[in-house]
């Protein structure tokens, strides 16, 4: 694949609803990380996982999100009982490793509009 | 708590002339810093990066200047041309217990009028 996609690209829903949102990273990249991005601001780390090791959490909001991956492949951002302030562009980025010098790459991200 | 800062928040610039972005950073343990360029409707895309035992990195028209001890960092575009108008985002990476999170500044809009 040419690189990191992301599906839907952009969804509406209702306050109180459950959404899922799906990341396919860079084949072979271990790496994956969800950033969220509130209009005008910069990117918020929310999630990373690296290969098999236990994924770091520390970045989200609050436990109405949660994020799995299969193995080294596609990764889903699941968001609960949504609110409006959940509205945001939802990024996802991998990488070949988690070290700091290599380079994350983005896809194009998926807008959430909750109404 | 924003541990990158960036600024201006929306920069426009002649076409020819330089654009100049500064970010400033809180923690020591970053050790890596990135800038991102982000087009409307697109993910971020590395642009160019620095580590901070050098204090200059050119890349074609793209400079970035690093000053370790005032804890600081900017982009220079020189020659800044229309299709450089996008949105830049700098950010920080280290060996934070987390691993290697990227920490980002709020962004600079950049237009370059024609």
């Known amino acids: 694949g040419a690189g990191v996609s992301q599906s839907p690209s952009n969804k509406v829903t209702e306050k109180g609803k459950d959404v899922e949102l799906r990341c396919d990273p860079i084949?072979?990249?271990?790496?994956l990380y969800w950033y969220r991005q509130r209009l005008g601001q910069g990117l918020e780390f929310l999630i990373y996982f690296q290969g098999n090791s236990a994924p770091d959490k520390s970045g989200l909001p609050s436990d109405r999100f949660s994020a799995e991956r299969t193995g080294e492949s596609v990764s889903t951002l699941t968001i609960q009982r949504t609110q409006q302030e959940d509205s945001a562009v939802y990024l996802c980025?991998?990488?070949?490793?988690?070290?700091?010098?290599?380079?994350?790459?983005f896809g194009p991200g998926t807008r959430l509009l909750v109404l | 708590q924003q541990q990158v800062k960036q600024s201006p928040q929306s920069l426009i610039v002649q076409k020819g002339g330089i654009s100049i972005i500064n970010c400033a950073y809180e923690n020591t343990a970053f050790d890596y810093f990135p800038w991102y360029q982000q087009f409307p409707g697109k993910g971020p895309a590395l642009l160019i990066a620095?580590?901070?035992?050098?204090s200059e990195k050119k890349e074609g028209r793209f400079t970035i200047s690093f000053n370790k001890s005032a804890k600081q960092f900017s982009l220079h575009i020189m020659d800044s041309q229309p299709g450089d108008s996008a949105t830049y985002f700098c950010a920080a990476r280290g060996l934070e217990t987390s691993g290697s999170r990227l920490t980002f500044g709020e962004g600079t809009q950049l237009t370059v009028n024609p």
């Open positions: 084949s072979g990249h271990t790496a």
């Open positions: 980025a991998s990488s070949l490793e988690a070290r700091r010098m290599e380079t994350q790459y």
């Open positions: 620095i580590r901070p035992d050098v």
